[in-house]
């Protein structure tokens, strides 16, 4: 995986899934992932995309403007605790998400797009199960998301404290994040029929690092 996935995976941390825990041990606002803007300014994935300089200013451009949306979103939860602030950042995140790839897909061609969303799914690992449209493609159960929720919201809190634990040390933090990522992924897939299973492999394509 690579280190930008890791870094889309504490931002996460800042988007709380509706009805978790991670709420009440930490108030979060919109994340930082801006829909995957992130993950299209890392060079690696520029090469593996074959963008050229044009497309690659627009992609820097475009997070900049996602980033000036983001503070706008953050102020809209002033007032907000509880369920209602998950409820609102969820819905919040969501939709600031869905923009940021729309976004992307007018500077990247049908092709490059289909391989960057790939690529994107491989990062974020197992919170991408929730996004309501992986969800759907994956027919996934009511109970099967009553479970992968608070497994996910689990997993935010235990990004946060080795974050915090590692005090800096980025290599620490590096190795402990990895380590609950891997643990996470394998919770969650295995909440997964074999054809589900089939079907995100399919969905993720030809392993990125």
């Known amino acids: 995986m690579l280190r930008t996935g890791l870094l889309a995976a504490l931002a996460l941390g800042m988007v709380v899934i509706a009805g978790g825990r991670a709420d009440a041990q930490a108030r979060g606002g919109i994340g930082s992932g801006w829909g995957g803007v992130e993950l299209l300014l890392n060079p690696a994935v520029q090469r593996e995309l074959k963008m ?3 497309a690659v200013e627009k992609a820097r451009g475009l997070a900049v403007e996602m980033r000036e949306k983001q503070k706008g979103l953050n102020a809209l939860l002033e007032g907000l605790e509880g369920e209602d602030r998950s409820r609102r950042i969820q819905e919040l995140a969501a939709a600031h998400a869905e923009q940021g790839n729309r976004a992307i897909g007018a ?6 797009f289909a391989r960057f969303r790939q690529v994107d799914l491989q990062q974020r690992g197992a919170s991408a ?4 449209q992986v969800a759907q493609a994956l027919r996934l159960s009511p ?7 608070p497994l996910l919201n689990h997993s935010v809190v235990r990004l946060r404290e ?3 634990l590692s005090r800096g040390d980025r ?4 190795e402990k994040t ?3 990522r891997k643990e996470t992924d394998e919770a ?3 909440l997964l029929d074999a054809g589900q299973k089939k079907a995100w492999h399919e969905m993720i394509g030809e392993p990125f690092d």
């Open 107 to 112: 500077i990247l061609d049908p092709g490059q």
């Open 178 to 180: 990895q380590a609950i």
């Open 171 to 174: 290599r620490a933090a590096f």
């Open 143 to 149: 109970e099967q998301l009553d479970k992968l929720k």
């Open 162 to 164: 080795a974050a915090a």
């Open 129 to 132: 199960l929730a996004e309501p």
């Open 52 to 54: 050229d300089g044009p």
């Open 188 to 190: 969650a897939l295995a």
